[in-house]
C-alpha cells in the first residue's frame, strides 16, 4: 500500500499495478505559439509553466515502470466526428479544421496536433486521440484500462477546468480512484483553475483528490526505497 498525502485526506494505491499515469492534451496546438490556443487569444505562459513538472512526473513513472497514457484533443480529416455545435463555436479568426501556422487546426496527424516535444510518448505508452473534452467519449481508454488492471488515475495536462475535469468526472461515475496534480496541470484563466481544484475534493473528494508533484514523487520513492530493503534483506537471509 503507498500512501500519498493529498486533499482532502491521503490517496492510498492499493498496489503500483493499478495506477495509471494520464497526461491530458500537451499538444501544440494548445502550448506554442501560433497555435489554436494563442489564436483565441490566451496566454499560452500559463501552460507552458507546467511543464517541467509533467515530465517530472512522466520520468519517475518511467522510471518505476508504471502505466502512461497520454491523450490527443483532435478530429479525423474530414471533420466528421466533430459535433457541429464544437465546430462552430466561439467566432474566433480561426477554428477547428482551418489551415494555421502548424497545419489545420485539432486535425489528428497534423504538425500542431503533436504532444509537444518535452513529452513525446515512447512506443510502450498509449495515446488516446479523443473528439470531445472527456477522453472516455468516442475512445477506447476504459477497455485500454481494464485490460491492465487499472483502478487508480494520476492526472495532469490542460486545460484543468475543461478537458482535465471531464475526464476525471468521467472517470468517477466508471468507479475510477483520480488524483489531480495541482502542479502539473494549468488553465489560461488561473482562478478558473483554483476553482476547478475546489470543486474536486470538496465535500469528502466528490471527484477525487489534489496534491503536488512532490508528495507523489517522494511517495513513488520511499516505496522503490522499501522494496529494495525488503529484496535486499530477502537475498541475506537466503
Not at 93 to 106: A, E, P, V
Not at 112 to 132: A, F, H, R, S, T
Not at 212 to 230: C, P, V
Request: with cysteine; net charge negative.
Amino acid at each position: 500500500m503507498v500512501s500519498i498525502p493529498a486533499q482532502p485526506y491521503d490517496y492510498e494505491l492499493p498496489s503500483l499495478d493499478r495506477v495509471a499515469l494520464v497526461i491530458i492534451d500537451m499538444q501544440r496546438d494548445f502550448l506554442e505559439s501560433g497555435g489554436f490556443g494563442e489564436v483565441l487569444g490566451n496566454e499560452i505562459g500559463q501552460l507552458r509553466q507546467i511543464v517541467p513538472t509533467v515530465r517530472q512526473i512522466l520520468d519517475t513513472f518511467r522510471d518505476r515502470g508504471l502505466s502512461i497514457f497520454h491523450t490527443l484533443e483532435g478530429h479525423q480529416s474530414d471533420l466528421s466526428d466533430c459535433p457541429p455545435s464544437k465546430l462552430k463555436r466561439g467566432k474566433s479568426q480561426l477554428k477547428i479544421g482551418d489551415l494555421g501556422k502548424m497545419g489545420r487546426i485539432l486535425i489528428l496527424g497534423e504538425p500542431g496536433n503533436e504532444i509537444i516535444p518535452e513529452l513525446q510518448p515512447l512506443p510502450n505508452e498509449v495515446v488516446i486521440p479523443k473528439p470531445g473534452k472527456g477522453a472516455f467519449y468516442q475512445t477506447n481508454l476504459r477497455s485500454c484500462l481494464q485490460q491492465q488492471g487499472i483502478t487508480h488515475l494520476i492526472f495532469t495536462g490542460v486545460t484543468t477546468e475543461v478537458c482535465v475535469q471531464t475526464t476525471m468526472r468521467e472517470a468517477n461515475d466508471r468507479g475510477y480512484e483520480c488524483l489531480l496534480v495541482e502542479d502539473a496541470t494549468a488553465s489560461y484563466f488561473p482562478k478558473f483553475k483554483q476553482s476547478t481544484l475546489e470543486m474536486i475534493r470538496a465535500q469528502g473528494g466528490i471527484v477525487g483528490w489534489t496534491t503536488t508533484s512532490n508528495q507523489i514523487i517522494q511517495a513513488l520513492s520511499l516505496d522503490r526505497d522499501l522494496e529494495g530493503k525488503i529484496t535486499t534483506n530477502n537475498r541475506a537471509s537466503v
